[in-house]
Nanobody, 124 residues
């Protein structure tokens, strides 16, 4: 079993920054890819960013490209999401997720383990 615990969410003004962390534990943690998703009230969960664990290749949704940066620390089994130039439309619960197989990085159904989420609220 794998446990994913997000932290770093909070309330920030538009234009500000936050850094989310996702710490993984469990003997079976063996990701192909780690991803960040978000879900706003009344909306479906959507892809934000992903990073391949071995090569460190990164992928972003168009809505966050140039503002968000995903990174990982393999030694700590932790993935990060640095969020800059935040906008009110970035307000959502942010989830990290582990994907064990190859395939579409943006598909929610392709991820095997999920964290509990952390709230990010951006005020205008």
């Amino acid at each position: 079993q794998v446990q994913l615990v997000e932290s770093g969410g909070g309330l920030v003004q538009a234009g500000g920054s936050l850094r989310l962390s996702c710490a993984a534990s469990g003997r079976t943690f063996s990701p192909n890819t780690m991803g960040w998703f978000r879900q706003a009230p009344g909306k479906e969960r959507e892809f934000v960013a992903a990073i391949t664990w071995r090569a460190g290749s990164t992928f972003y949704a168009d809505s966050v490209k140039g503002r968000f940066t995903i990174s990982r620390d393999s030694a700590k089994n932790t993935v990060y999401l640095q969020m800059n130039s935040l906008k009110p439309e970035d307000t959502a619960v942010y989830y990290c997720a582990e994907k064990r197989t190859s395939g579409s990085l943006q598909n929610v159904l392709g991820y095997d383990y999920w964290g509990q989420g952390t709230q990010v609220t951006v005020s205008s």
